[in-house]
């Protein structure tokens, strides 16, 4: 091939247009005029960018930046627009930041305004330990059944999500079930003793005569009351509605007893506002008061 | 691939494979344990192996005579073996952790098969490792085709596709090790990336240096997009992983930027490793592969030069629209979005120009597919950067950021265009690379074209469906001014696209495999002896 060939320019028949003369191992490129559209297209979007520049912040110029002839701020903006939203939730939000709980739970039309978004609130935040409908799974107690660590009063409630349990919350809720085997406190023969009659309890099986009965009132009942009926306010759980947090076969109970447990439940406060927490708080006392499991403690 | 080199050439790789191992092993004996130990084994065995075969053929025959007068193309089968290779493994990744978010569950319970620690390993599998050796591979047969001339030297392509592979491996390994730096695309720690830099300096030697020696007047505009990939691509490599390492001995580091100069530094990497890495090295690739399936000239050369520098220009600046209403300054946002719209339009003028090179081809276009594959990249090259300067406009963005939504756009450009252009280019030159005129199984192109395509729409569409709803349910509230729906319901509602996404996904990933085999197969194959004509200018002296 001669220098004159490679570079003597053609006409493409498909086309009609001249080849550049250009050649590359056979690529050759037309010498098509430059399409009009893309220079209107740049001029287009350029434009765009220029009304853009004078409305918005754009550019920077030393350690300032030019504002805009909107002079718009993001973080105002965004403010803003919480402050709007806040607004929009005032009329039934408003009451929950300081009135009587119990009152509020009485008012059914607030109750059917705010319980949908309680519920939402409730699946953002609680959701992961407690489950979508509250009733729990191991290690995370069942918010529906009428047994409670700390008390099921709306009041009761708000308190425990204002400081946690065993958080880290200056006023935080503090509770603890002991090792008793791990720790020494009960031979290994008590701890199997006591378990049995813990895990007869819930039926009312148990025999008041037996060994594990005497272990029972002699460490236990500081805690979890005369019966094993809780509400002490010690945190202690309930042992005779066979409702476990953490499991009720032999093997979990034993290991309760050996090894002890100390749930975490976080601090809602600064997480969350006060209206929001007694917000849910009424809403987890009516998952108590309204479910199937109800049982007298 | 031994045999290509002369004696002499033999030598010299004995050598960089003995520093391979010195290097293994300092970094053996100084980190001891963790995942630079490990690190350091891989690359004390690489180099023995390497070593001894070297070694072993220093008394076999010298390399054939008249070397110059033909191109250099074992170091492209190699790199599309290894693209092949990566590509099946990064893609199977993909599929099983695209199943895991269906299926939780599934998980295994090693802390290295966990999602977190494997999604990395399918982002670097396929874009490196996949994506980056089919650049390497490509640029270097067309650099020679259009350069009318052999590459410069025999051994430094070696070293780089060998070196670069080292650090892909070393980069997954190192993620399912849990070693990452957390940025994304850079996850890969302070050790891997200088030896990465090394590696691509001798990419950039060798692609000069060849250019220098070419027989054409002009530089082909190929070229001109392979370059910007290899010098921008260093560029934003080396600057997004400034680091100070805890320890020489160990595989932590922390970044020299903070805070939202980092976050700012790390999508002016990112998004430009979508331009340089995924856009203008695979924008050469079209711009070789396309008019020579087609047979026909490049539809406008003015449109191509000025479409070039547009992308370069335009695409530095808008890393920014991945940090929308974020703690980043609003003006820098508003330069992000402006210029992410006027990008559009050397991105549509490109693919535009590659859309019009085939008028008067179209009756190849419906009856090869892989000229069809190649269609179809441009078609999805101008819809994901229609998408992406869309999705970059603050307001939309609001709704579309941090949805799968973002993740359907990513694929709309790598399975539609990237993987498309790859393959295009695999089904072009691998039968040219085995002396033959078609593939083993011409039939088997066809299969996964419609694989690919049907892989690519279920995948987009129903991320696409996703990302919406997504973000619809997040800013959705009811008559009482509360949210509609709790976060928990959103994540509930993703399961019917998840498990459709996982089909996609699982379809391409079909068509990948097909692919891999049918290459096997083609290369294999006896030659007939095709493409004999394919020879450089013989201007220079021959060696």
Redesign the interface.
Same mark, same amino acid.
């Given at each position: 091939m001669t220098a004159d060939q490679r570079h003597g320019a053609e006409i =493409?028949? @498909?086309?009609g247009y001249e080849?550049?003369g250009? =050649?590359?191992?056979?690529? +050759?490129? #037309?010498?098509?005029?430059?399409?009009r559209i893309?220079i209107w297209? #740049?001029a287009l979007?350029?434009l765009?960018?220029m009304i @853009?520049?004078i409305l #918005?912040? @754009?550019?920077?110029i030393g350690r300032d930046?030019?504002r805009?002839v909107l002079g #718009? =701020?993001?973080r105002q903006i @965004?403010m803003q627009g919480y402050a709007a939203?806040e607004r929009? +939730?005032d009329d039934?939000m408003a009451p929950f930041a300081a009135g009587n709980l119990d009152a509020l739970a009485a008012d059914p039309a607030l109750m059917a +305004?705010?319980m949908?978004?309680a519920? +939402?609130l409730f699946? =953002?935040n609680c959701?992961a330990c407690h489950g979508?409908h509250g009733t729990g799974g191991p290690g995370f107690p069942d918010l529906t059944d009428a047994n409670w660590l700390w008390g099921g009063s709306p009041d009761t409630i708000a308190e425990t999500l204002r400081v946690g349990i065993n958080s880290g919350h200056p006023d935080t809720r503090v509770s603890q079930m002991p090792a008793f085997g791990r720790d020494g406190m009960l031979s290994r023969e008590a701890v199997q003793a006591v378990t049995d009659y813990v895990l007869a309890l819930p039926g009312s099986a148990a025999d008041a005569q037996s060994a594990g009965a005497q272990v029972f009132a002699e460490n236990c009942v500081a805690c979890h009351g005369e019966n094993g009926n809780g509400g002490l306010g010690t945190g202690a759980p309930s042992l005779v509605g066979a409702r476990w947090i953490y499991g009720g076969d032999r093997a979990k109970v034993l290991a309760t007893i050996h090894g002890g447990r100390q749930g975490v439940m976080p601090s809602w406060a600064g997480r969350l506002s006060a209206a929001e927490i007694n917000l849910l708080a009424v809403y987890v006392a009516r998952l108590g008061a309204n479910n199937q499991h109800a049982e007298a403690p | 691939m031994i045999a290509s080199l002369s004696i002499n050439e033999r030598q010299v790789g004995l050598m960089l494979t003995i520093g391979v191992a010195i290097l293994g092993l300092i970094m053996l004996g100084a980190a001891k344990e963790g995942p630079m130990a490990v690190h350091g084994a891989m690359a004390l065995a690489l180099g023995i192996v390497l070593a001894f075969s070297l070694v072993g053929s220093l008394f076999d025959p010298d390399a054939p005579g008249g070397r110059a007068a033909r191109y250099y193309d074992e170091p492209t089968r190699f790199g599309l073996m290894l693209t092949l290779i990566w590509g099946v493994v990064a893609m199977s990744v993909g599929v099983w952790v695209a199943a895991l978010l269906y299926w939780p569950e599934a998980t295994p319970l090693w802390p290295a098969t966990s999602f977190g620690r494997l999604r990395p390993v399918h982002t670097t599998g396929v874009i490196f490792g996949f994506g980056g050796n089919a650049l390497i591979a490509t640029s270097l047969h067309v650099l020679q085709r259009t350069s009318r001339a052999r590459l410069a030297d025999s051994v430094s392509p070696w070293f780089v596709l060998i070196g670069y592979n080292l650090f892909c491996a070393w980069a997954v390994t190192g993620y399912l090790m849990g070693s990452t730096q957390s940025k994304e695309y850079a996850e890969a720690e302070w050790y891997a990336d200088i030896w990465l830099v090394v590696v691509w300096v001798a990419y950039l030697v060798l692609y000069l240096r060849t250019l220098a020696r070419r027989n054409e007047p002009h530089i082909y505009v190929a070229n001109w997009y392979y370059l910007a990939f290899i010098l921008v691509v260093a560029m934003l490599h080396i600057v997004n992983n400034i680091a100070l390492p805890v320890s020489f001995a160990g595989a932590r580091s922390f970044p020299v930027w903070s805070g939202v100069q980092d976050a700012m530094v790390q999508w002016w990497y990112g998004h430009n490793a979508v331009a340089f890495f995924l856009t203008a090295g695979f924008l050469g690739m079209l711009y070789y592969f396309l008019p020579v399936r087609a047979e026909r000239p490049i539809w406008s050369y003015r449109l191509s030069i000025v479409s070039f520098w547009g992308i370069v220009f335009f695409y530095v600046w808008v890393g920014s629209h991945h940090l929308h209403y974020t703690a980043l300054p609003y003006w820098v946002q508003t330069l992000g979005m402006t210029f992410s719209v006027m990008l559009l339009v050397p991105s549509w003028a490109s693919a535009g120009n590659a859309i019009a090179t085939l008028n008067g081809a179209w009756h190849k276009v419906r009856d090869d597919a892989t000229l069809r594959f190649m269609f179809v990249a441009a078609v999805f090259y101008g819809l994901s950067t229609f998408e992406g300067s869309f999705l970059a406009i603050r307001p939309v963005n609001s709704l579309s950021h941090y949805t799968d939504w973002t993740v359907g756009h990513v694929h709309s450009g790598t399975l539609g265009w990237v993987a498309m252009i790859i393959f295009g280019a695999i089904y072009t030159l691998v039968p040219q690379l085995s002396g033959r005129t078609t593939m083993a199984w011409p039939k088997a192109i066809e299969w996964h074209f419609w694989l690919s395509i049907a892989g690519t729409l279920i995948y987009v569409v129903s991320m696409w469906n996703a990302g919406i709803t997504q973000g619809l349910m997040w800013r959705t509230y009811d008559a009482n001014g509360g949210l509609a729906y709790s976060f928990l319901e959103s994540v509930m509602a993703m399961a019917p696209y998840y498990l459709l996404r996982t089909i996609g996904g699982a379809l391409f990933l079909t068509g990948t495999v097909l692919c891999a085999l049918n290459v096997r197969a083609t290369m294999l194959a006896t030659p007939v002896g095709a493409g004999a004509s394919d020879r450089p200018l013989l201007t220079q002296p021959a060696e």
């Open positions: =493409d028949p @498909a086309t080849t550049t250009h =050649d590359w191992n056979g690529i +050759r490129e #037309l010498n098509t005029p430059f399409p893309v297209a #740049l979007t350029f765009y960018s @853009a520049w #918005l912040p @754009a550019w920077p930046f030019t805009g #718009l =701020d993001q @965004a939203l929009g +939730r039934w +305004r705010a949908p978004a519920q +939402r699946a =953002d959701a979508t | -």
